[in-house]
Antibody, heavy 115, light 107 residues
């Protein structure tokens, strides 16, 4: 069964850092682009970042450029999102997703940025 | 960046009604469009990919059409379990964008 399980969310103060992880199973992780997508409370979906199979290409939404870093470890079938300089507007459920047909999503991990 | 304009933002319909949601891209995205259903507290569920292809296991009352900049998502006969929020998503380039969502309610 194809599965993505996110972890690492929690409560962090403004200006703080957090590292999200996504454990993949049931498919050849190294063959797929991977994405992070977030959803603020009561709001719509926002794509955040993605990374090529070998990590050689990465793209970010403008609002997180310079603050967030996406990475992956194909040997560990894992995707990561390092989030620095966090702001209140980064508060959201963060989903890890496998790109392609079909897109496969994890269940999400909640990040709350508040003092 | 490609902008996706989805309408309406909310919709109230009766069981058995035909429901239509539209999504307009700010530039030609060919058929690189997904439609998702999201229920409260759950991850989005893919219904339609490549604008018109039904994902495996999805009921045939759901359908999608369009190409280029204009797309339509249809539920042919609304069922109570279809109450959810629906999103379009373009994947023409590597910086994906979503529509604002359509919240579907039962009248």
């Amino acid at each position: 069964e194809v599965q993505l399980v996110e972890s690492g969310g929690g409560l962090v103060q403004p200006g703080g850092s957090l590292r999200l992880s996504c454990a993949a199973s049931g498919f050849t992780f190294s063959s797929y682009w991977m994405s992070w997508v977030r959803q603020a409370p009561g709001k719509g979906l926002e794509w955040v970042a993605n990374i090529k199979q070998d990590g050689s290409e990465k793209y970010y939404v403008d609002s997180v450029k310079g603050r967030f870093t996406i990475s992956r470890d194909n040997a560990k079938n894992s995707l990561y999102l390092q989030m620095n300089s966090l702001r209140a507007e980064d508060t959201a459920v963060y989903y890890c997703a496998r790109e392609g047909q079909p897109w496969i999503w994890g269940q999400g991990t909640m990040v709350t940025v508040s003092s | 960046d490609i902008q996706m304009t989805q309408s309406p933002s909310s919709l109230s319909a009766s069981v058995g009604d035909r429901v239509t949601i539209t999504c307009q891209a700010s530039q030609d995205i060919s058929n690189y469009l997904n439609w998702y259903q999201q229920k409260p507290g759950k991850a989005p569920k893919l219904l339609i990919y490549d604008a018109s292809n039904l994902e495996t296991g999805v009921p045939s009352r759901f359908s999608g059409s369009g190409s280029g900049t204009d797309f339509t998502f249809t539920i042919s006969s609304l069922q109570p379990e279809d109450i959810a929020t629906y999103y379009c998503q373009q994947y023409d380039n590597l910086m994906y964008t979503f529509g604002q969502g359509t919240k579907l309610e039962i009248k």
